[in-house]
């Protein structure tokens, strides 16, 4: 197995699902968005630590190597919201 296939069964086993048009792993019950970026630059380790970071309140949490612009975070909010 791949070490990228590896952290794809982390998130997978923790509730996330592949969305392909953005090319990104969501959790709408945790609120939290992993870029594919993200997952190939960081270790398995990391993303394990992120996927148990408590979100506060209602508001997404992008986990992107760069942090999206505003403008981005509410297009990407307003299509996981639908």
């Keep these: 197995m791949t070490k990228l296939a ?5 998130l997978r086993k923790a509730g996330y699902s592949y969305e392909p048009d953005r090319e ?3 959790n ?9 970026d993200f997952l190939e630059d960081h270790d398995a380790k990391a993303i394990a630590s992120k996927i148990r970071e408590a979100t506060l309140g209602a508001e997404w949490i992008f986990i992107f190597n760069n942090i999206p612009s505003e403008s981005v ?3 990407l909010a307003k299509m996981l919201d639908a």
């Design 28 to 36: 709408r019950k945790a609120r939290k968005v992993f870029s594919i």
């Design 24 to 26: 990104v792993y969501i």
């Design 6 to 10: 590896e952290k794809e069964q982390l």
């Design 73 to 75: 975070k509410r297009e």
